[in-house]
């Protein structure tokens, strides 16, 4: 996709680069609000106008436009969270007298429940990676420890050796915005890390200088995409027929916690979420998994 217009594709990137200087947003972040301006830019120019002209009648025709075309309410947020940021940034600057988003409101998006696996559910797929194999063992230290640490993938693919502290039994993690947690690993994490780290890792760098703790078969920092293709192969040899998605891990990590009676703000510490609100969802999960249980083995359930 390409920003017709040299002015609006300069704002877009010294925009985002101040997100990321300024607030630490994620790479996955940054280049989906690049998507979004960078569409919404292209829209506009087929009208004649450039970002910095925008109006808010301009942003409630391209809203109206994406609901034709059919985009959910949780992506339109996503651009309204990324326009008025965008708007924000420009007021500070100088390049706009007016912010034209404050009166335009957010779409209404239903509580979605992340769906877990369960127990035994986690237990197939962590049985399915041949361990006897360098590749095999390496991804079952990646989903032990995306598992027991409740990581997100991308952080998980960009841990390096110096976040691991094996002595103590945990693994830093810098999260969104920058936020640093200490996050324990668990005896059976701990156990195949440290199978992995002694055997396998040294066979995959194939003799390269690499700090990246779980390397590709290259030798290099393994891709999200990468990895999450090996889950869904894993899930399928295992049987699970549930919808997976690349946090299905952490959301299992968070809900089997509070399922064994977790306190919710150590899970909020554990997960890095800076608002408990967040991590509440995940009571939603905990309790509806008790309902089924009580009503599967309950006399009166």
């Not at 797929?125 to 640490?149: H, K």
């Not at 990581?151 to 915005?177: C, P, Y």
């Not at 997960?271 to 969802?281: D, P």
Request: charged share 25%.
């Amino acid at each position: 996709m390409i920003v017709n217009s040299t002015e609006d594709a300069n704002k877009i990137e010294a925009f985002l680069d101040a997100m990321w200087m300024e607030r630490g947003l994620s790479q996955n972040t940054l280049s989906a609000y690049r998507s979004d301006l960078q569409a919404f830019a292209i829209w506009l120019h087929q009208r004649q106008k450039k970002l910095v002209a925008v109006k808010r009648t301009d942003i409630l025709s391209y809203l109206a436009a994406r609901l034709e075309k059919g985009h959910s309410a949780r992506s339109t947020g996503r651009f309204l969270s990324c326009v008025r940021r965008f708007y924000r940034y420009l007021l500070r600057e100088g390049s706009i007298e007016h912010d034209p988003t404050p009166l335009i409101e957010s779409p209404k998006i239903g509580r979605v429940l992340p769906q877990a696996l369960t127990e035994k559910e986690v237990e197939a797929l962590l049985a399915q990676p041949n361990v006897e194999e360098p590749i095999g063992l390496r991804d079952r230290a990646m989903i032990e420890v995306l598992y027991a640490c409740g990581l997100r993938v991308s952080e998980l693919i960009a841990l390096t050796m110096d976040q691991i502290n094996l002595k103590q039994g945990v693994v830093k993690i810098t999260g969104k915005g920058d936020k640093e947690r200490l996050v324990p690993l668990g005896e059976e994490a701990m156990d195949y890390l440290q199978r992995y780290l002694k055997t396998a890792r040294p066979t995959l760098l194939k003799g390269e200088l690499n700090d990246v703790v779980f390397p590709s078969l290259r030798g290099q920092l393994m891709t999200r995409q990468t990895f999450w293709h090996r889950i869904k192969h894993y899930a399928e040899e295992a049987g699970i027929k549930k919808h997976l998605s690349p946090h299905t891990l952490r959301h299992c990590f968070a809900t089997h916690l509070l399922n064994h009676g977790a306190d919710l703000r150590v899970v909020q510490m554990l997960l890095g979420h800076s608002n408990l609100s967040t991590t509440q969802i995940y009571t939603h999960v905990a309790q509806a998994r008790l309902q089924e249980l009580h009503a599967a083995h309950h006399p009166r359930g």
